[in-house]
């Protein structure tokens, strides 16, 4: 007579107290490095604006440079792109592609004149998109 094989059973897979402590392993990680990351991504949104800015900034002077003065008030940023009422002085495109947008969604402000004594101001409203504001909503210029 041959004997009947028999299985031994393993342990293999996680008990639900090993579960629960992975659990609370990852809530815990996600608590303190979430914070932290959340911030890392507000300040690269603020460097990304304050670098779009100096090119729109360098895009104007180049522009002033070939017309003579500087984009109207009713002009804006979009006499960057497309010719204006002198084509024959303008040498643009002065910007690749369409004027961009803030890293928040919203249009650049060109205002003419600018603030201190400066001819122009590029501004971008920040995370809020009102004017004023402070840390991450707080208004971005050149």
């Given at each position: 007579?041959s ?17 629960l402590?992975?659990?609370?392993i ?31 900034d ?59 004594g ?25």
């Amino acid at each position: 007579m041959s004997r009947p094989i028999r299985f031994a059973r393993s342990s293999s897979g996680f008990t639900l107290l090993e579960l629960l402590v992975v659990i609370l392993i990852i809530g815990l990680l996600t608590g303190i490095i979430g914070p932290r990351l959340m911030g890392q991504i507000g300040r690269s949104e603020v460097t990304t604006a304050r670098a779009q800015i100096a090119a729109l900034d360098k895009a104007v002077e180049a522009y002033r440079l070939d017309m003579g003065q500087y984009p109207s008030k009713e002009q804006g940023l979009r006499a960057l792109v497309s010719p204006s009422t002198t084509p024959d002085r303008w040498r643009g495109p002065y910007l690749k592609g369409a004027v961009p947008l803030d890293p928040w969604g919203s249009p650049y402000q060109y205002r003419m004149p600018g603030g201190g004594g400066r001819d122009f101001d590029i501004v971008s409203l920040g995370r809020d998109k009102a004017s004023g504001g402070s840390g991450d909503d707080a208004d971005i210029t050149n």
